[in-house]
């Protein structure tokens, strides 16, 4: 499973098929059910216009994907959420973390051995202190989908998106703060257990939020950018981002 998530992060347009002989040039003698069955299991999906795999259960209700179209160019316009697989030793993890669009700082993490969806409303929670976003972001999994999830959005007032069926890109900036975390902190790291993945997390999400230079925020850090109002240009022009 390390060996196709490191893959997938260069790679995301491998699918099954791809993924199962690349393995096997590594001498990973596996075949293409079992490689669908784990990339399954850690909710990837090669790029491609067709129906997506992350699991969403039918019964819960599934939102119109909101940000196309508009222009992104204040904080708490747009946040979104996902889930992404740390592995320790023998087993993988289950993080989840809430960003902020425009200045990409991440509001809260939480991380959890079992994927019932608590940790998912616990991040949200965390975020949610004090603050409030106009539209929140998520894919169709059935953690964010359930009405756990949803209901305490609509109690704040907030307007619930979720990305497209087949649309890969449309929770692009989480999908960034993950390859750049999997790249920048846990493939550098080989956790004994859950309290060291915990730590180097962290250090890795402060790191992030108040040291780590961005060139699309004109190389400021995420909570300058969060907590600042000056436009990010320098010139005093804004940069604004407008979703396709």
Known sequence: ?????????????????????WLAR????????????????MGLEAIHPGPRTTTRDPDHEIHPYLPRGVTIDRRDQVWS??????PLEDVYMFLAAVIDWHSRFVLSWRL?????????????????????????NTDQRCQFTARASTGRLKE???????????R???NVFVERLWRSLKYEEVYLKSYRNVREMESGLEGWFA????QRLHQGLDYRT???????????????????????
């Open 207 to 210: 790191f992030y939020n108040h």
């Open 112 to 136: 959890s051995n079992t994927l019932d969806g608590r940790f998912c409303l616990e991040a949200l929670d965390a975020a949610l202190e004090g603050r409030r976003p106009e539209i929140f």
């Open 168 to 170: 890969a890109l449309d």
């Open 81 to 86: 959420t996902d889930v992404t697989y740390p």
């Open 222 to 244: 995420p909570a300058e950018v969060y907590h600042d109002p000056t436009p990010i240009n320098p010139r005093g022009k804004e940069t604004p981002r407008t979703i396709t």
């Open 26 to 41: 590594r001498g990973e003698a596996v075949n293409r059910k079992r490689v669908q069955r784990l990339m399954r299991t």
């Open 1 to 21: 499973m390390r060996l196709i998530d490191e893959r997938y992060l260069a790679t995301p347009f491998y699918g099954s098929r791809r993924m199962a002989a």
């Open 156 to 166: 704040e007032g907030v307007a619930i998106s979720m990305d497209g069926r087949g």
